[in-house]
């Protein structure tokens, strides 16, 4: 018998012992089964790991952002036996995949779903479950970010402790404004002075952090320059 043939009948025996008890404590446990079975579908959804530390940082190489370089580390802890591969996801204006690296791993496959791409990754070795592995992926990105306005995207689509992410802009172009979008909560937050930090050859790196961001939000960075 299939899982939707069962939690029906379950259900209907619920209402069963409601209708002949008339107690108010058999409403309550088909509350509890209904909450139960949503616990467990979200779970079903959280994938194949976790993520406990996230890294992005978007490195633009000239005054005309014709030139970026897009970095991600990755620390995640599986959460499923036999995972023999990863997948990265891209998205975005320009020539995205100029040039790409990552390690560990090969990457095998890319193809496009929805408005992003999906870059599948051979892990050339099985994971089994609370196995921890870092990834690291760099992209080299032409005509990515030639407008006035431009954004880095994040999208949290695994549970994840741990996340932070910038842009380094050049000395010859810094950013009259950078804001905070959390794009489904609807909150655009301005950036204050300690969000940026001047590295040592000048330029002006914006940066932002939280612990454990809400799972599917998009997060994004976005600047005026």
């Known amino acids: 018998m299939s899982n939707s043939d069962t939690q029906p009948r379950t259900l209907g025996l619920l209402r069963l012992l409601l209708l002949f008890s008339g107690s108010d404590w058999a409403e309550v446990f088909i509350d509890v089964w209904r909450l139960g079975k949503r616990m ?97 992926i760099e992209r080299t990105i032409k005509n990515g970010f030639t407008k006035p306005v431009e954004d880095l995207q994040i999208e949290i689509e695994h549970p994840t402790k741990q996340m932070v992410f910038s842009v380094v802009f050049p000395t010859s172009r810094l950013p009259k404004e950078v804001v905070l979008i959390e794009k489904h909560l609807t909150r655009t937050t301005p950036l204050e002075v300690k969000h940026r930090s001047v590295l040592p050859d000048g330029r002006h790196q914006w940066s932002w952090t939280t612990a454990k961001p809400r799972l599917f939000e998009a997060y994004i960075l976005r600047w005026e320059w």
């Not at 079903?44 to 190489?61: C, F, I, K, R, S």
């Not at 030139?67 to 959460?79: C, D, E, G, P, S």
């Not at 997948?87 to 791993?105: H, L, R, T, V």
Request: charged residues 35%; proline residues 1%.
């Open 40 to 136: 467990l579908g979200a779970k079903a959804h959280e994938g194949m790991y976790e993520v406990l530390e996230q890294e992005v940082q978007l490195e633009l190489l000239d005054e005309r952002g014709e030139m970026a370089i897009y970095r991600k580390r990755q620390r995640v802890r599986f959460l499923q036996d036999n995972t023999i591969a990863y997948q990265d996801k891209a998205w975005g204006d320009g020539e995205i995949f100029a040039n790409y690296k990552c390690s560990p791993g090969v990457a095998v496959d890319q193809y496009r779903e929805g408005h992003h791409y999906c870059v599948l990754i051979s892990l050339r070795e099985t994971k089994k479950r609370d196995d921890v592995e870092e990834f690291r």
